[in-house]
């Protein structure tokens, strides 16, 4: 199956700044997730936008979804260093979650 | 909260060795899956399975084995183990059929054959 692509790589800002990620796929899909990342907690779910919904938000995270460009993007308000982690979207397309490969963000103090 | 354990987070063995990954979820979720981790690659799907004695070959199947007996317990089984195999393992599961809910996950074997 296709990996979805994630853009940026790596994202680098000061705490206190709005991060944006950026997540593309190829197929038609059920959801997307996004998932975090980091060293003390391993993998962890942050939110599920269904196919039909366009924003969705929870916490200081908001995210969109576009069918019409397939694409789907994650923003992050008022980091903070604990925001530091790598990000992954997965589309659920046909019982399978398709991973992209993530969004290595580094908040700097 | 739903917690989901794995045997070992450090593992090494020997090429040729069989290898066994044992992860448990106690949240009584029907799907449970293995992935492998690797830089740049994000996760790939090794198999999966959504009942007990269920099991479906993901992306990358080849030189990997499943046992699932009871409910709470899925066993990730590398025949014999290539260095090709060295990776980060990851389990999860997830309430009900399909894909429409999130993946818990275990917090992963790091796994490194010499």
């Known amino acids: 199956s296709q990996q979805g692509e994630e853009d940026p790589q790596a994202l680098s800002i000061q705490e206190g700044e709005n991060a944006t990620m950026n997540c593309s796929y190829k197929?038609?899909?059920?959801?997307l997730q996004w998932y975090r990342q980091n060293s003390g907690r391993g993998l962890v779910h942050l939110i599920l936008?269904?196919?039909n919904e366009r924003e969705k938000h929870s916490g200081r995270l908001r995210v969109t979804l576009d069918t019409s460009k397939k694409s789907s993007s994650l923003l992050i308000t008022a980091s903070r260093a604990a925001d530091t982690a790598s990000y992954f979207c997965?589309?659920?397309?046909?019982?399978?979650?398709?991973w992209g490969a993530g969004t290595k963000l580094i908040i700097k103090p | 909260d739903v917690k989901v354990t794995q045997s070992s987070r450090y593992l090494v063995k020997r090429t040729g060795e069989k290898v066994f990954l044992e992860c448990v979820q106690d949240?009584?979720?029907?799907?449970m899956f293995w992935y492998r981790q690797d830089p740049g690659l994000g996760l790939r799907l090794i198999y999966f399975?959504?009942?007990?004695?269920?099991?479906e070959k993901g992306d990358i199947p080849e030189g990997y084995s499943v046992s699932r007996e009871k409910k709470e317990r899925f066993s990730l089984i590398l025949e014999s183990a290539s260095t090709n195999q060295t990776s980060m393992y990851l389990c999860?599961?997830?309430?009900?059929?399909?894909?429409?809910?999130?993946?818990?996950f275990g917090p992963g074997t790091r796994l490194t054959v010499t």
């Open positions: 997965a589309m659920n397309s046909n019982y399978q979650l398709i």
């Open positions: 197929t038609s899909i059920n959801n």
């Open positions: 936008i269904r196919s």
């Open positions: 949240m009584d979720h029907e799907n």
């Open positions: 399975s959504y009942d007990v004695k269920m099991k």
């Open positions: 999860a599961s997830s309430l009900g059929q399909g894909l429409a809910y999130e993946q818990y």
